[in-house]
């Protein structure tokens, strides 16, 4: 099984900074099958990035994804309070699939 | 747009079987795989399992031993059977469509599930 380690656990930015979420897998295996989801209080969570670097249907450019191997970032450009959120990797190219324990982004 | 719609009995007795439908609005299920995930009261995803249109299945190991997933899709319905539930099976429960290429690209809003006598 790939484990996924999200860090940092908690990120707290003002609006306009500058965000770095960092995920890294225990092994290779899955490939670049690499997603973020964004999940806010409540709801379900919602794709962002998928094979590590591609944006999903409607998500800003805000939100960029990189890395390969096992060593993946997602990044968020000038953060806004609607980015408040909790935010998971997950990797689909083997089974079984894994998620990450998540990094809380809170605004100031 | 798709949507997904869980249902279920929100409260499970312990030993019990949890049973979900997910019901899908869809042109076709047909020529997708469609699978569930949960997440514990401590916020962390579990991936349960995901079954293909033509009835291929993968389950997560940790679960295949309680775990029947059926697909009908002249309903648009996916199911999920439990069976012999503990608290530690408590969670929000996802049912959400899987692409090979993509993961999880549309989700259902979940419905929580307890075990608890």
């Known amino acids: 099984e790939i484990v996924l380690t999200q860090s940092p656990g908690t990120l707290s930015l003002s609006p306009g900074e500058g965000a770095s979420l960092s995920c890294r897998a225990g092994?290779?295996?899955?490939?670049?099958?690499l997603a973020w989801y964004q999940q806010k209080p409540g709801q379900a969570p919602r794709l962002l990035i998928y094979?590590?670097?591609n944006r999903a249907t409607g998500i800003p450019d805000r939100f960029s994804g990189s890395g390969s191997g096992t060593d993946f970032t997602l990044t968020i450009s000038r953060v806004e309070p609607g980015d408040v959120a909790v935010y998971y990797c997950?990797?689909?190219?083997?089974?079984?699939?894994?998620f990450g324990g998540g990094t809380k982004l809170e605004i100031k | 747009q798709v949507q997904l719609q869980e249902s279920g009995p929100g409260l499970v007795k312990p030993s019990e079987t949890l049973s979900l439908t997910c019901t899908v609005s869809?042109?076709?299920?047909?020529?997708?795989?469609w699978g569930w995930v949960r997440q514990s009261p401590d916020k962390r995803l579990e991936w349960i399992a995901y079954?293909?249109?033509?009835?291929?299945?993968n389950y997560n190991p940790s679960l295949k031993s309680r775990l029947t997933l059926e697909l009908d899709t002249s309903k648009s319905q996916l199911s999920l059977s439990l069976t012999s539930v503990t608290a530690a099976d408590t969670a929000v429960y996802f049912c959400?469509?899987?692409?090979?290429?993509?993961?999880?690209?549309?989700w259902g809003q979940g419905t929580l599930v307890t075990v608890s006598s």
């Open positions: 959400a469509r899987f692409l090979a290429a993509k993961g999880f690209d549309y």
């Open positions: 869809t042109d076709s299920m047909s020529g997708f795989y």
């Open positions: 079954m293909y249109s033509s009835g291929y299945t």
């Open positions: 092994q290779r295996g899955a490939g670049n099958s």
């Open positions: 094979a590590a670097t």
């Open positions: 997950h990797q689909y190219g083997s089974t079984p699939l894994t």
